[in-house]
């Protein structure tokens, strides 16, 4: 006798060598953590069309609510998450955001011959890497490639946000380099929006105290405190990670890291259970530990543009972070990350030149 | 002659350390735990990868991760070495993998019995690298604490206000800046600003820790207490663990003390012992005589227990392990104007070690400038040196005292500089006056202060000699202090060497 949560009956688990929606054959399935983009209820395999385009598919794995003792509320939730990521690729295909990774090919269909037969996929752009392997390999790592990296990753940000998205789990492993544009340079694009808020449009995941990963999480999460403002909620936790992961990208370590290193244990968010108010002022002082101890690679005046930009974007207090310039303007969001993205332009054209003056 | 009333008043006023000696001392632990996370399980995708296909990157994410979920099992080692092994030292990503390696293990051979201030660092230095901080961290409420530590310990008692009052406004709500600021007030004399400070902060009613600071403030300021009852609730409630409620339970029982209502106290002092710390083991020291109860000798070892130390020492006259400990103290907190005036006291008085006595007053006195119990100290140091113009100079002017007894080794004291400056008549007055003003309510006193006397007329030679030097025995037996005895015993050892 066979169960639903057999994995011989689960269609998802066996589409190799089939074609999927417009002529892409599928290839031999990932190991789970294989997935770039860490999807929470998903089955992968690459895919590649004859025409010699290359994607990257990812499967509702329904079992999943087979497995659980709330089979129902489980299947909800698989089905909503899975509809609202692939509502907002779409969005963000039909928006042409250039600095997220798009779906290229959606679809449902039934596979005869399996218990478990219907098919709900996703074909996202194939990145060449995430991004710790593309500094792990690249044979140029400096400063420059660095802040081109940082850039794209500070612009999808803004584009999301521009369209009232916000990511929420933003972390290097979700961040990945496409092969080399017109201009000749790799491109960094944000993947993975599978626990993204997008205003106005309910998600199963807006309820969750850490939407994201833990271990990315904003200092206000791992403290278990809820902003009860939105954009405080969603935003500024996105401005959060972006710093973080700048930090990742410039010194190899996440903001998270700099910040356990720094604060006593007796105040770590895995010991510390007061309120996050009374926690602020330890954090504001780990804070400013970490920035003074960041070691940098540019040049003093650049590294103080640099620390000023990580602390636009990591002040522990989520109320106070932003560009100064977004918070000050009387209109729009106080998290707006346009001044940002600018700021992080500059800084990599100056250490363009002084990579250049030092070679 | 100096003076240390080891009876005299104490309340469980809190400590004021850096930042990082509070936070080692425990009194800033959480008063709730969270949840416990499964550390494992959250990292376990970047522990496959990492496992899969190494490279630096996945390796410095997985080890970003096992930093911020601080778990240092296995395989954190693991990761360290594989970083450590192909790592450049020059990169940013090695200074890193250092720092954690070095917090995931500390070295243990390092001894947290030396008191902070024994720091390499010059004070200097850490003032001039807390302004640079704060000149790039305006809001950070910490540094500006720790500057204010620094600049009163210097006699910069201005600036440590400032930095103080920008502090509690940046941080109204948290304990290490609330306490801080309260000890600061209860230094600087103002016990009133310290009781509006805490009653302002909407925490002082959640935690006991501040609540008792407030209590003992408003002792101090002579104020009523409307929280009684909240700390009686919290003692009582089961909600907090005994650690945080030490302080207040032993705060409660001092009030007791001074209502008269040993047993009450007793138990009040009891529940502080549960899981004391060094302040409130001094407290239950100060306490022991009055309510009748015995301190387990064992809790003086405790961590940074110097206070407590120096007192029970002092109250067996052990005095070279008083002057020891109470130096310490003074190191723990070189503002506090009690560590001063007791460890100069037993320093001049138990070791007529008058050179250390007089530097102790002299670094304390630049944030007590005025404070007459220092300046008496200090002139009975530098009269027993020989510097008699300074010694003339400290007593100048000095008026105030808040109790008798401190007034009357006040005139001691000047008795003891007008014979050193030759003018024994005047000498001989004043020490009478200072002999009758201790009177019968402090026999021990009064034997000193007429030991003492003998001691300068047998300098002088005088006919003055025999008649003091035995008044001074007849007081000595009625008092049977150890103290006078001490006395006694040095008059009869100077008496015998300058007759023979």
């Not at chain 2, 007894?405 to 006056?433: C, D, H, M, V």
Request: proline share 5%; hydrophobic share 40%.
């Amino acid at each position: 006798m066979t169960s639903m949560s057999d994995d011989s009956q689960n269609a998802a688990l066996h589409l190799e060598g089939r074609t999927v929606g417009e002529g892409w054959v599928v290839g031999p399935r990932n190991k789970p953590h294989q997935d770039a983009t860490g999807g929470y209820f998903s089955i992968t395999y690459p895919v590649a069309r004859r025409d010699g385009a290359q994607g990257f598919l990812k499967v509702l794995n329904l079992a999943k609510a087979f497995d659980s003792d709330y089979f129902i509320d489980e299947l909800n939730w698989l089905t909503a998450e899975y509809v609202a990521e692939r509502d907002l690729c779409i969005l963000c295909g039909e928006q042409r955001l250039s600095r997220v990774v798009t779906a290229i090919d959606h679809g449902q269909f039934q596979l005869s011959g399996f218990l478990m037969a219907p098919i709900s996929y996703i074909i996202f752009e194939l990145a060449t890497h995430d991004v710790r392997v593309a500094m792990s390999t690249s044979q140029r790592l400096d400063a420059t490639l660095q802040l081109h990296y940082l850039h794209n990753l500070a612009t999808g940000v803004a584009q999301l946000h521009a369209r009232r998205i916000a990511h929420q789990d933003l972390k290097p492993s979700n961040f990945l380099v496409f092969p080399a544009d017109a201009t000749g340079k790799e491109v960094g694009k944000i993947g993975d929006l599978g626990r993204a808020f997008r205003s106005g449009s309910a998600s199963p995941h807006d309820t969750m105290e850490i939407p994201g990963d833990h271990i990315y999480a904003p200092p206000e999460q791992l403290y278990r405190h809820t902003y009860a403002d939105e954009a405080t909620r969603r935003y500024a936790a996105d401005l959060y990670q972006v710093g973080s992961i700048a930090t990742f990208l410039i010194t190899g370590t996440t903001m998270n890291a700099h910040l356990a290193a720094h604060i006593p244990e007796p105040l770590h968010w895995n010991v510390y259970g007061d309120t996050y108010q009374e926690a602020i002022p330890y954090l504001d002082h780990a804070f400013g530990a970490t920035l003074e101890s960041l070691s940098l690679p540019f040049s003093d005046q650049l590294n103080q543009r640099f620390r000023q930009v990580l602390r636009y974007l990591c002040e522990p207090d989520a109320e106070r972070r932003g560009h100064p310039a977004a918070r000050r303007s009387r209109h729009g969001s106080p998290y707006r990350l346009e001044r940002i993205v600018s700021e992080l332009d500059l800084i990599a054209r100056r250490a363009a030149l002084e990579v250049r003056d030092a070679s | 002659m100096s003076l240390w009333n080891i009876d005299d008043e104490r309340e469980v006023v809190p400590r004021w350390r850096s930042f990082k000696d509070t936070v080692s001392s425990g009194s800033l632990y959480p008063l709730t735990t969270p949840p416990r996370v499964d550390r494992g399980a959250l990292s376990a995708a970047l522990a496959e990868e990492f496992r899969r296909s190494p490279s630096v990157y996945v390796a410095a994410d997985y080890l970003s991760a096992l930093m911020t979920l601080r778990d240092f099992s296995e395989s954190f080692d693991a990761v360290i070495h594989y970083l450590r092994q192909n790592v450049s030292p020059q990169e940013p990503l090695a200074a890193f993998v250092s720092r954690a390696a070095t917090i995931a293990h500390p070295d243990t051979t390092a001894t947290s019995e030396d008191p902070p201030q024994h720091r390499r660092q010059s004070r200097n230095l850490r003032i001039a690298h807390l302004r640079q901080r704060l000149r790039t961290e305006p809001g950070n409420a910490i540094a500006r604490v720790d500057l204010a530590l620094e600049q009163l310990i210097d006699g910069n008692l201005s600036d440590a206000d400032r930095q103080i009052r920008s502090a509690v406004q940046l941080a109204p709500n948290n304990r290490f800046v609330l306490r801080a600021a309260t000890r600061f007030r209860l230094s600087t004399a103002d016990p009133d600003q310290a009781v509006r400070t805490l009653s302002d902060s909407s925490l002082t009613d959640r935690d006991p820790w501040l609540l008792a600071s407030l209590i003992a403030a408003a002792q101090i300021a002579d104020r009523s207490i409307p929280q009684h009852r909240r700390a009686r609730e919290m003692l009582s409630s089961g909600n907090f663990a005994p650690r945080d409620v030490s302080e207040l339970a032993s705060e409660l029982g001092t009030l007791e003390v001074h209502a008269g209502r040993d047993r009450r106290a007793r138990t009040f002092f009891e529940q502080s012992l549960t899981d004391p710390n060094e302040n409130t083991i001094a407290q239950a020291g100060w306490a022991a005589k009055a309510v009748g109860m015995r301190l387990d000798t064992s809790l003086l070892q405790v961590d940074r227990g110097y206070e407590a130390r120096a007192r029970a020492s002092a109250r067996v006259s052990d005095w070279d392990t008083a002057t020891t400990e109470g130096l310490r103290w003074l190191q723990d907190e070189p503002f506090a104007i009690e560590p001063a005036v007791n460890t100069s006291y037993a320093a001049a008085f138990g070791l007529e070690d008058f050179q250390s006595a007089l530097k102790i007053t002299e670094q304390s006195l630049r944030i007590h400038p005025n404070d007459s119990s220092l300046r008496n100290n200090a002139a009975y140091a530098a009269a027993n040196l020989g510097r008699l113009d300074l010694a003339r100079d400290l007593t100048r002017g000095m008026v105030s005292f808040d109790d008798p007894n401190g007034f009357n080794a006040f005139k001691a004291t000047r008795g003891l500089i007008a014979f050193r400056e030759g003018n024994p008549g005047q000498g001989r007055e004043l020490y009478q006056e200072a002999v009758e003003g201790f009177g019968s309510d402090q026999p021990h006193l009064a034997a000193m202060a007429l030991g003492l006397w003998a001691i300068e007329e047998h300098r002088l030679g005088t006919t003055w000699a025999k008649t003091i030097t035995n008044e001074a025995f007849r007081a000595s037996r009625r008092a049977d202090h150890p103290d006078a005895d001490l006395v006694i015993q040095r008059l009869l050892t100077f008496s015998t060497i300058r007759h023979e």
